[in-house]
Each structure stands twice: as structure tokens, then as C-alpha cells.
């Protein structure tokens, strides 16, 4: 289990941890288990990810050993109007576990984790009929990242190696905790996303419904979506595509 035996013990409960040497991406291989029934709770983690899926059909390149690619099946009890949310709920939880390690993790609506206004995490929420496969990628050990200004790692950012273990162990602690709040008590996840809302301020450029638009962020509504001023109108953005920072 390359050194997730002692992280595996030490899940809250229902997590439990399935490690695989190579999977070709681990949303998918864990949608297929949880289209056979498999119990909430399953971590499906890969050491090499050798076709990894991001948004909008991207890529998401994680080198062998030196990251986190990691799927964790939810099966929520909150109607599936909020599921949604589980995007911000887990950029919160992956913020959360990285401030483990470094002072400050911003979040970039609506699911990548920024350090120091780098990418050090991507998100990839999909739902089923009656399930969630929340895939997360973490850049951990990597020293660079060819082609690429905008990513960074823990250790770049820490200045040393870190154990990817504990960071998996507690991203799930933390998933836990913000995963059942995605209906009640929304309001205290987004507390901690309003904190580290690294878009609130910046005059940005995005795509939504096929129509370009330009505002000026003033941040998050109680239900996660996007408050743009746009010619002195507060829009509601719920969906976008790529949020690109005009200026600060
Ligand atoms: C993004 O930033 O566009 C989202 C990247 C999500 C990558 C993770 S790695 C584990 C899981 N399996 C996948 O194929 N993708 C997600």
C-alpha cells in the first residue's frame, strides 16, 4: 500500500482506503464500482494515474509517486439540489489539509486550490443516479512542472518533503466534516471558503451560457455562487467555464 497503511487505519468512519498501482483515471474506476453498489466512503487512490481527466475535458498530469490522485465515493442524504455545493465543500476541505503545511491555501471558484496564487489542487466533482465520485488531484512532491507557470507543490511551497500520506488522511477528515453540511448548515463551509475566495476583488473575464462577460467579483452568495458586478449589476453566476483575472 506504499506507506497508506497507517493513513487507511486512521480513517474516520465510513473511509476506507483502496490503493492501486496504475489506474487509467480513478473517477471513472470508482463510478464503475459504485455503479456495482459499492458502500459510501471508498478512497480509490492511484500511485500512477496514467489518464487522469480534469475539467472541461482537459488533461490532469500526475507524475507516478509524487502526488495525490485520489477518488472518494459519497453517497449524499441532502437532496441532489445541493449537490452541487460538494465542489466548494471540497475545495474547503482540500484548503484545510494544505494549511497543514503551508500558512494560506486560496480557493478559485468554483474547485482549484491555490497557493500563493499557484494551482497546488484540482477538483473534479461528478455525480450518479444516486451517488457522488469526488476526484481530487494534489500536486505534493513535485519540484516543477515543465511548460506549466501557474502550478506549484507542497514542497515547493513548503520548502521540504511531505509525507502524502497525511495530507490524503486529512483532506478526507476534513471532506467529512463539509460533505454533511451541504444542506443544513451551508453557511459554516462557506465561512471558510468566503476566507480564502481568491477571486473576490479581482476584475475578471469568463464564459457562461456561451456569453462572455467582464465584472468586478464582490464574492460568494449563501449558496456558493459567484457575485459579479457587471455595468453596476450584481450577478449571480451558479456556472462558468475558466474565470480569467483581468487585474487585481
Ligand atoms: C481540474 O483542475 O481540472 C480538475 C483535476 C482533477 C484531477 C483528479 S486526479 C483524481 C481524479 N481522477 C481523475 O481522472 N481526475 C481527478
Known amino acids: 500500500m506504499n506507506g497508506f497503511a497507517e493513513a487507511a487505519a486512521l480513517m474516520p468512519d465510513p473511509f476506507r482506503i483502496l490503493w492501486k498501482e496504475d489506474i487509467g483515471s480513478t473517477n471513472d474506476e470508482l463510478r464503475a464500482l459504485a455503479e456495482k453498489g459499492t458502500a459510501e466512503g471508498l478512497v480509490l487512490i492511484a500511485e500512477n494515474q496514467t489518464a487522469g481527466r480534469g475539467r472541461r475535458g482537459a488533461e490532469w498530469f500526475s507524475p507516478a509517486g509524487e502526488g495525490l490522485a485520489f477518488s472518494v465515493l459519497l453517497k449524499p442524504t441532502a437532496s441532489k439540489d445541493f449537490w452541487s455545493r460538494l ?12 494549511e497543514k503545511f503551508v500558512p494560506l491555501a486560496e480557493i478559485k471558484w468554483p474547485n482549484d486550490v491555490l497557493v500563493n ?30 511548460g506549466e507557470l501557474t502550478a506549484t507543490s507542497l514542497a515547493i511551497e513548503s520548502g521540504q518533503e511531505v509525507e502524502r500520506p497525511a495530507v490524503l488522511l486529512e483532506v478526507v477528515k476534513r471532506l467529512s466534516i463539509h460533505a454533511d ?68
Not at 471540497?90 to 484548503?95: C, E, F, I
Not at 444516486?130 to 515543465?146: A, E, R
Open 87 to 98: 465542489s466548494l465543500a471540497t475545495g474547503l476541505a482540500v484548503a484545510e489539509a494544505v
Open 117 to 146: 496564487g499557484r494551482k497546488i489542487a484540482g477538483i473534479l466533482v461528478e455525480a450518479g443516479k444516486d451517488f457522488v465520485i469526488v476526484g481530487i488531484g494534489i500536486n505534493i512532491n513535485s519540484m516543477d512542472f515543465p
Open 181 to 248: 453540511r451541504i444542506d443544513q448548515s451551508f453557511e459554516n463551509t462557506m465561512d471558510g471558503v468566503r476566507q480564502r475566495c481568491w477571486l473576490t476583488g479581482k476584475l475578471v473575464r469568463f464564459t457562461c451560457s456561451g456569453v462572455g462577460k467582464t465584472g468586478l467579483v464582490k464574492g460568494l452568495g449563501s449558496g456558493g455562487e459567484l457575485l459579479v458586478e457587471i455595468g453596476g449589476k450584481l450577478e449571480r453566476i451558479v456556472q462558468a467555464d475558466e474565470v480569467r483575472i483581468l487585474s487585481e
